[in-house]
């Protein structure tokens, strides 16, 4: 009879019986390999957190303000040459402002139209013009998105507005992920008569037209920047409630819970240590999804005049601007839009990338 | 002086509903009906049935993951079905439950370290250093390599994952086990080891078992006696060579009778009696003798009354009436 | 001649942590009639075995990459799709574990027992339906009639189950691959799918392969036995030579560690460790690094199956240089 003892099977790849222990591999860090192998999440992530630093930090270095007007430049295109105008006001000192060259023609409205066009040119060339009022000279300065109809630099503009527009995005998500954690897991972990009430709001909730809900709250109580991220994120929630209901509910039965309860722990560990880490992923995959949702209903609002107020910019205020004028001046919505859905866009690989790197099953690998 | 662990007349029902805005009662499913057993400490109780036949309920149930419609449990003399949740939860380290699904029973998010310290503390804090000497001792003991404990389940197999779950169950250093079909799930030549683990463990720790399972043959080799249910009651309950050698109810017959041996000549000679049918639903149990529409040796009087558990032959009880006469 | 001939059928998976060596060079022979088990662990390769002669191999990642499988003159693994469908659910069909994942849960048993009879044997829907109702009485349900136009989860497991076998059967194939067909189902219940499926062979002269790591199953029910481990077939013969004169020490090994055959009081046998992975190369015998027997050599030289007695084949180089006699004795039960 030749018994063989219980030998240790040993870890299926290492196989090494040395002392020194093995670190495991967390399914986090799974999920991070699995991302970093997917190309167009990770370039998604790299131009997301590019686009917030740049919107974050950019307004500092474009060398003017989002709120500064120079009417004269009136909406002048990108890259155009800007002339300096200098002059002297009634206390003799010089004042300066730009102009830009396409407008020039109209300051010399009563001069005939050969001569106009002949300043106009010797301006471009670098020389300098004066008349009894001005001198007329060439600048370097440049602005590189042009300017709006109300002469203020285009490209700090978009920044700026990027800056309202994510933090919108963020601030409302957070708010949605922290109602719809804690109102679905709630729900599911009471269960009974707790999550048939919880459960008939969020139905209530749903079946309410929610925009107009937002528009009545801006009405309400005007225009304001956190009423307008409260505003947002309390609408929605209600997914996200609904989905962590259902992960936890399916959790709940899972066999590991139960030896949990047999352990004798508490009902917080129980959520904090066993339910709520496992629907984690479930509810990052729906915030990256529900952040560039947000940004859209910011920006329909917006639309509607309802977005944050004057001077302030965002992209849905940018994107109706731009729409406005966009005969005469199309890269006012050119930019903005290119930003707003560059944007859109990274969110939703990520978010994309984010469930097959959680969820390996879902997707075929 | 009392039993270890007693469970007196233990009536699990769930009432069903239907309809969602007027909910009505629409009957009840009687998944534990009535079942009377002891234990003695030490000893290895095989339970026996098809799916369905409420074992894995009663397991919940003597585990108060389930609280008992009727009846008791006693654990060395103490009732738990009369504690309140505070006080069963003070219990708890006392009874622990091994697993069917070991994908299923470890939490994917917590290390091995972590799942089996959380059980260990169950007991009162430990120092660092005393703690993790502990998880490596108790890795040891079911024969997983101690420098393995920072990994986490996913990285191991389905016979290592089980071992963890052994470990965890035997962290809060219970008195009894329940091994609700502990290696239903993993391939034969794993199942081996683990019978042999849990054996050993058993010796070892003066640990009382009851040990649930569909596998007639593993619960015969692994138990002291055997108890076989069918739609929430016992049909018959006796040391486990005698259940499976000389069957007393017409359903332990049957079930016998069903397995193949793997052994061609002993399988050739196999007298197979096939039942018909499936089992009836637990929500419209059959009137009298639950095992009447199936078995073959019923008469009249079956249909009427409800067969009690009783003594036939010495140690040996069955809930039959026709015992004396097949 | 034989009915279906699988010759060095290689089938490997091409995933993320490598290649899987799932089915390396499989080869076995189907008489008419005859009932042949392929036994084996999970893993093991035995249901991508008869899935890759299907051809009901997801590619990607599956890939065959070599072998024939030659039925009534046909290489079922090079011919067309259109020349495959002809044959699979006609001429070979198959019954699988879960019968509640293979019927579909929108559709009425009777649309899915006459589906085959209207693709493959044009006859009309009402001489189908009178087939159905016949095919469903001769597994055992009454009243067929009614039951046929239930919905699945109107069966019960066993019922379901039966449901399936009469599909599969329907159409009277030559060949049935049953795939643990009996697994998750209760004893009582098991038996008496066994017993059906032996007497439809019977009745029908059907050729079953048998898929089951229950070597009780393969005892009560099969003629001839593949042993299968780490993608390989390992030992191959009669029933009552498996049993009898085991010549590969994993099927030895898989004998002693059944708690049915034991006595109590004495540890189970064991195989310690676990199956290899079939991702990394495994050169000479995969069970070596488990073996009570293995020697340098078991591990570093191929391994081929070798007939040792008539109709018994065996894939280990110890046995086969005559090194090891009794298995089954060295072994102790």
């Known amino acids: 009879m030749s018994q063989t003892a219980i030998s240790f099977p040993g870890a299926r790849d290492t196989g090494t019986h040395a002392e020194e222990a093995v670190a495991g591999t967390s399914l986090w860090r799974d999920a991070w390999y699995r991302l970093q192998r997917n190309k167009l999440a990770l370039s998604g992530l790299v131009f997301f957190l590019a686009m917030t630093l740049a919107c974050g930090l950019g307004p500092l270095f474009t060398g003017y303000t989002y709120e500064r007007t120079e009417l004269s430049l009136k909406a002048s295109a990108p890259l155009q040459p800007i002339i300096e105008r200098v002059g002297a006001r009634k206390a003799g000192e010089p004042r300066r402002d730009g102009i830009a060259l396409s407008t020039l023609e109209d300051e010399f409205l009563d001069k005939p139209e050969a001569d106009r066009q002949a300043i106009a040119g010797k301006i471009a060339h670098g020389d300098t013009y004066r008349d009894s009022r001005y001198t007329y000279q060439l600048t370097s300065r440049r602005h590189l998105f042009g300017t709006d109809a109300l002469g203020r630099d285009l490209l700090t503009r978009v920044l700026v507005g990027g800056r309202i527009s994510l933090a919108v995005g963020f601030a409302a998500t957070l708010v949605s992920v922290i109602i719809g954690v804690l109102w679905g897991a709630v729900a599911g972990f009471a269960g009974g008569k707790v999550d048939l009430v919880l459960m008939r709001v969020v139905d209530v909730l749903y079946a309410l037209p929610f925009t107009v809900i937002v528009i009545l709250l801006m009405v309400t109580f005007g225009r304001n920047f956190i009423l307008l991220f409260v505003a947002i994120g309390a609408v929605e929630w209600l997914t996200m409630a609904r989905i962590v209901r259902g992960q936890i509910i399916s959790l709940k039965h899972q066999e590991f819970v139960e030896a949990a309860v047999s352990l004798g722990l508490s009902e917080r560990r129980i959520i904090l240590r066993h339910l709520i880490p496992n629907v984690l992923g479930p509810v990052i995959i729906y915030t990256t999804l529900t952040v560039p949702d947000v940004m859209l209903l910011e920006a329909v609002l917006s639309f509607l005049g309802l977005g944050v107020p004057p001077p302030m910019s965002s992209w849905g205020a940018l994107l109706d601007d731009g729409a406005r004028t966009m005969e005469t001046s199309l890269w006012l919505l050119l930019f903005p839009a290119l930003f707003f859905s560059s944007t859109l866009f990274s969110l939703n690989f990520l978010g994309d990338g984010l469930r097959d790197a959680l969820d390996p099953q879902s997707s075929k690998d | ?326 | 001649m034989p009915l279906l001939s699988v010759e060095n059928l290689r089938t490997y998976f091409y995933t993320r942590a490598g290649v899987v060596r799932a089915v390396d060079d499989v080869s076995f022979l189907l008489e008419p009639g005859e009932t042949l088990g392929i036994v084996g662990e999970s893993g093991s390769g035995k249901s991508v075995t008869c899935y890759s002669i299907l051809g009901l191999i997801p590619q990607p990642p599956g890939r065959i990459m070599g072998g024939r499988a030659i039925f009534d003159g046909v290489d079922l693994l090079g011919c067309d799709k259109e020349r495959l469908r002809l044959i699979r659910g006609k001429r070979i069909s198959m019954i699988f574990q879960d019968p509640m994942t293979s019927l579909n849960p929108y559709l009425r048993v009777s649309e899915q027992l006459i589906e085959p009879l209207l693709v493959h044997e044009k006859i009309s829907r009402r001489k189908a339906l009178d087939q159905a109702v016949t095919s469903l009485e001769e597994v055992g349900i009454q009243d067929a009639g009614r039951r046929l136009h239930f919905y699945p989860h109107e069966f019960s497991g066993g019922m379901r189950q039966r449901v399936m076998i009469a599909m599969a059967l329907i159409s009277r194939p030559e060949v049935l691959i049953a795939d643990e067909p009996t697994t998750a189902l209760d004893v009582t219940v098991q038996a008496q799918i066994l017993e059906l499926i032996k007497r439809r062979q019977r009745d029908l002269g059907t050729a079953v392969i048998f898929i089951t790591h229950d070597l009780g199953v393969i005892a009560a029910f099969c003629r001839e036995v593949y042993v299968m481990y780490a993608g390989r077939i390992v030992e191959s013969a009669a029933t009552g030579e498996i049993f009898a004169r085991p010549m590969h020490p994993y099927n030895a090994a898989l004998q002693q560690s059944i708690p049915a055959l034991h006595q109590k009081g004495k540890p189970l046998f064991t195989i310690p460790g676990l199956p290899p992975d079939l991702s990394k190369p495994l050169p000479g015998c995969p069970f070596s690094p488990r073996c009570t027997y293995a020697e340098p050599k078991c591990r570093e030289q191929a391994v081929t199956l070798q007939t040792m007695a008539e109709r018994h084949q065996t894939a280990c180089l110890r046995y086969q240089a005559g090194e090891l006699n009794d298995l089954r004795a060295a072994v102790g039960v």
């Open chain 2, 1 to 326: 002086m009392s039993r270890f662990l007693e469970l007196n007349e233990l009536k699990t029902y769930f009432p069903i509903f239907l309809g969602t805005v007027f909910r009505r009662a629409a009957g009840t499913v009687k998944a534990v009906d009535g079942i009377q057993l002891d234990l003695e400490k030490g000893e290895i109780l095989g339970l026996v049935g098809e799916s369905g036949c409420g074992k894995s309920t009663l397991a919940r149930t003597v585990m108060q993951l389930i609280r008992n419609t009727g009846g008791a449990v006693y654990l060395e003399g103490r009732n738990l079905s009369e504690l309140n949740p505070r006080q069963v939860r003070a219990e708890r380290p006392n009874f622990q439950m091994i697993f069917q699904d070991p994908y299923a029973s470890l939490n994917p998010r917590m290390t091995v370290h972590d799942a089996l310290a959380e059980a260990i503390q169950t007991r009162g804090k430990l120092r660092k250093a005393v703690l993790t000497q502990k998880i490596a001792e108790l890795l040891t003991t079911v024969g997983l390599p101690p420098n393995q404990m920072r990994r986490y389940p996913h990285e191991f197999s389905g016979g290592q994952r089980q071992r963890i779950a052994i470990a965890r169950a035997l962290a809060p250093e219970p008195k009894l086990i329940i091994a609700d079909e502990p290696v239903s799930a993993l391939d034969v030549s794993i199942q081996s080891q683990i019978i042999n683990l849990l054996l050993r463990l058993c010796r070892e720790r003066q640990l009382t078992m009851i040990f649930i399972s569909h596998d007639i043959s593993v619960v015969k080799y692994i138990s002291d006696r055997i108890a076989v249910m069918y739609l929430g009651r016992l049909m018959e309950i006796g040391p486990a060579a005698a259940v499976v050698e000389t069957p007393l109810h017409p359903y332990t017959r049957a079930l016998v009778s069903a397995v193949p041996i793997p052994d061609p000549i002993r399988e050739r000679a196999r007298q197979r009696i096939i039942l018909q049918g499936d089992p009836p639903s637990p929500l419209d149990p059959p009137s009298g003798c639950v095992f009447h529409p199936r078995c073959p040796y019923v008469k009249e009087a079956c249909k009427r009354a409800r067969p009690a558990l009783e003594e036939k032959l010495p140690q040996r009880r069955a809930a039959c009436i026709r015992i004396g006469e097949i």
